[in-house]
């Protein structure tokens, strides 16, 4: 079955900064790759998505791209602020069907 | 106007006791699901319903069982719980087969005394 691994588990950058997530999945079969972010006592919310046949995938302070032969994606977040503070969670799926997530990371935004 | 809602939010009970969480979706969506999220976050699938279909059965002890009287409920019953049952419940949704992400309910966090 799939397995997805999440890097850092804990990621601390200064407000205007960038951060970077990085999961790699282990099944090549799986074709859909969402982002879900979780802030404290809430429920995961989708943020970002994007499917194999798309190497990049951009919405406002949000990207995330796709290396299918590398079987990684990474999830960028430009100018970061205050409200980005989060746990994020990456997932891979074959048909967005039983979602495997990633073992979370626990951004902190520093004012 | 929530798209995904479970209830309770919290459960608080003693071991051995028996429990349901109920789960309800507006959204028009043919897949419903059970995820775990345990101490560490970690967000686990357990049960998954298409169209009232069980399809996704992870290794999960048979004092879980989930129940889906139509595509849009999914409930879960737990019997004799234990202390290691102790986590936050997430129902979700999705239309499945790769038409879009999930909708996750508020979630239950159910703590066995």
């Known amino acids: 079955g799939e397995n997805v691994e999440q890097h850092p588990s804990t990621l601390s950058v200064q407000e205007g900064d960038s951060a970077v997530i990085k999961c790699t999945y282990s099944d090549s079969a799986s074709n859909y790759f969402p982002w879900y972010k979780q802030e404290l006592g809430k429920r995961p919310q989708l943020i970002i998505d994007i499917r194999s046949n798309v190497g990049e995938k951009k919405d406002q302070r949000i990207a995330v791209t796709l290396n299918k032969t590398a079987k990684h994606f990474s999830l960028h977040i430009t100018e970061t602020q205050p409200e980005d503070s989060a746990v994020y969670f990456c997932a891979a799926a074959q048909g967005a069907q039983k979602l495997v997530f990633g073992q979370g990371t626990r951004l902190t935004i520093n004012p | 106007d929530t798209a995904v809602s479970q209830t309770p939010k919290y459960l608080v009970t003693q071991m051995g006791n028996d429990k349901s969480i109920k789960c309800e979706q507006n959204?028009?969506?043919?897949?419903m699901y059970w995820y775990k999220q345990d101490s560490k976050k970690f967000l686990k699938i357990m049960f998954s319903y298409n169209n009232k279909e069980l399809i996704i059965n992870e290794t999960v002890p048979n004092r879980f069982s989930p129940k889906s009287p139509d595509k849009a409920h999914l409930n879960l019953h737990i019997n004799s719980l234990e202390l290691g049952d102790s986590a936050v419940y997430f129902c979700?949704?999705?239309?499945?087969?790769?038409?879009?992400?999930?909708?996750f309910g508020s979630g239950t966090r159910l703590t066995v005394v």
């Open positions: 979700a949704s999705s239309h499945g087969q790769g038409r879009g992400g999930y909708t």
């Open positions: 959204l028009g969506h043919d897949t």
